[in-house]
């Protein structure tokens, strides 16, 4: 995936100057904690957020009690932009799963600089046609590949989005990207260990060895990341100048010293 960008969100930082400024001034930079439900399923969409690092997972409750990702996004994309089809509720569950900040603005905020933004719209079109392929390429995934091949997979998809070879990831998350129990996930984890993808794991980290970790994948994730860099920085867009980037944080710096607000960290998922 291409080098993070000097606004922090990939998806603002394809917007011209003049688009960006639409939002900037709405925006409150959050922090997202390790395992906050930033929306739940059946629940209405009441915050967008566009991670500036971190990864939040799309996740699907099973009747049976069982969870399922059926996609990520990090600072590539946003959570929430549904609201931007009408008022709804969300389909699925958003969890953070390694913790980072996000920038936060309203669903009514968003749709108001929407309306004025042929740039902004173009971006959300193609944000949301990338996140369905994703979850069309992960079920097709789920039903044509070892759960290896999809545990290397995953996990090369969580290193394009946090710094090192060292991944916050643990086996519970691991058990939900894959659909699996833990047992599953332990041996699935061994056997990358013996090829030499994982160098070591422990209970809340996982070190990879990027290049045998590649070797150990299926051809998805080649074709879900050159699907996913399509979402910004399109030859029609242009990045921000270096202005844009400090009036952006400007505004947002003093959100720091604020209490999270709950829908960045106040909620957690449900036990099964």
Known sequence: MEQRTRVGNRLLAALPP??????????RLVELERDAVLVR???????????LSGLVAFIMDMPSGQTVATAVVGNEGAVGVLTTLGPSRSPMTAVVRVAGTALQISP?????????????????QTLIRALMAQFQHVAACNALH???ARLA???????????????PVTQDTLSELLGVRRPTVTHVVSK??????????????????????????????????RRIDLIV????????PLG????????????RRRTPTRGASGQRPRHH
Not at 153 to 167: F, P, Y
Not at 201 to 218: F, Q
Request: overall charge negative; charged content about 30%.
């Open 244 to 255: 844009a980037e400090a009036s952006l944080f400007a505004g947002a710096d003093e959100v």
């Open 41 to 51: 399923s059946g629940d209405p969409i009441e915050r967008i957020y566009f991670p």
């Open 108 to 124: 009514a905020q968003f749709q108001a600089a929407l309306e004025r933004s042929s740039a902004l719209r173009g971006a959300v």
């Open 192 to 225: 990358l260990r013996a090829s030499g993808g994982i160098r070591s794991n422990r209970r809340s980290s996982i070190e990879i060895d990027r290049p045998r970790l590649e070797a150990a994948a299926c051809e998805c994730y080649q074709l879900m990341r």
């Open 18 to 27: 003049a688009d960006l400024d639409l939002l900037v001034r709405h925006f």
């Open 146 to 148: 070892s759960v290896t």
């Open 233 to 240: 920085l399109t030859e029609e867009m242009k990045s921000p």
């Open 153 to 167: 997979r995953w996990l090369l998809e969580v290193h394009d989005r946090v710094d090192g070879k060292i991944l």
